[in-house]
């Protein structure tokens, strides 16, 4: 047996083994090889990532318990792993990716944990608030193709979180969705809404992905944004956020979500609006 501790200090260790090119080997022949390319050089780096750090078996017994508390957080409404991909940037990498080979369109981005399949169909023109309180806002959007003529029939799924930041889903004490739906553009492209202006919001912070941000000393608030996921036939899908010019948290967004391009002018306004509703006091316009 060892004596008990090593005096503060841990001898250097020995250099590690063949292990690593050992166990990439083993995936020489996966049936599917980019499977095979993925697990060899997971494997890589993670080995890398131990052996370059010298992670006691405390430290790694740590890791896995934060992974496996990570994974018992997994609901239609609040998928733990997809917050952690986002807090480490990898989901905005892995759209930054796909976004990089479409270059002249409008950028796409992270589509984020609070997106739910089949949100209620409105008509144009639709107050999507469900009367929550808020900064009325009227979005006039247009929809083209990469000429600028516009894309006529698109489907297109808005979401957003409430004045306070929170998704309805979120909300234990609303029945039904709000500040979601499915409208549909017209003829010429154009999707109006009438909704509320979103705030900038504390992303869960009740879980492991908490945990970690508080380990490194990050604040956990995304900067104001309304969600679009956009369909038409023939084109591709387009999963995208539009930020409000001004907005607190632009340059430190907790999931690293926000482009340059997808921060636009929520227009303060006053009087009536353009569809001839009566708007008592400001409200904000986004063309
Ligand atoms: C959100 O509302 C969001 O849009 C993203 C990307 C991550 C966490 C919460
Ligand atoms: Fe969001």
Same mark, same amino acid.
């Given at each position: 047996l060892l004596r008990d501790a090593w005096a503060g200090r841990r001898p250097e260790p020995r250099r590690p083994s063949g292990l690593t090119e050992q166990v990439v080997a083993t995936? /020489?022949?996966?049936? /599917?090889p980019r499977t095979g390319r993925l697990l060899a050089d997971l494997v890589r780096h993670l080995h890398h990532f131990v052996t370059a750090n010298d992670v006691t078996e405390d430290e790694w017994r740590h890791a896995i318990d934060f992974l496996t508390r990570t994974g018992q957080i997994s609901s239609a409404t609040r998928q733990e792993f997809v917050l952690l991909s986002d807090v480490l940037g990898v989901s905005s990498m892995v759209d930054q990716l796909t976004n990089s080979r479409t270059p002249d369109t409008t950028p796409s981005a992270v589509l984020g944990p609070f997106y739910v399949e089949g949100p209620p169909e409105m008509a144009q023109g639709a107050d999507i608030s469900g009367g929550l309180h808020g900064t009325p806002l009227w979005a006039d959007i247009r929809i083209t193709d990469l000429d600028g003529a516009p894309v006529p029939g698109a489907v297109v799924d808005v979401w957003q979180s409430n004045e306070d930041g929170f998704y309805d889903v979120q909300l234990p004490d609303l029945d039904g969705p709000v500040l979601r739906a499915r409208l549909r553009g017209d003829a010429d492209g154009r999707l109006r809404f009438w909704s509320i202006l979103p705030s900038e919001y504390p992303i869960p912070v009740d879980g492991p992905v908490g945990r970690l941000l508080e380990a490194a000393g990050r604040h956990e608030y995304r900067a104001p944004h309304l969600h679009f996921m956009i369909t038409a036939p023939g084109f591709q899908r387009l999963v995208t956020q539009l930020f409000v010019a001004g907005g607190a948290y632009l340059d430190s967004d907790a999931v690293f979500g926000v482009k340059e391009a997808l921060v636009v002018d929520y227009v303060p306004r006053n009087g009536p609006a353009p569809d001839g509703r009566r708007v008592d006091g400001e409200w904000r316009s986004l063309e």
């Open positions: 995936f /020489d022949h996966a049936p /599917d």
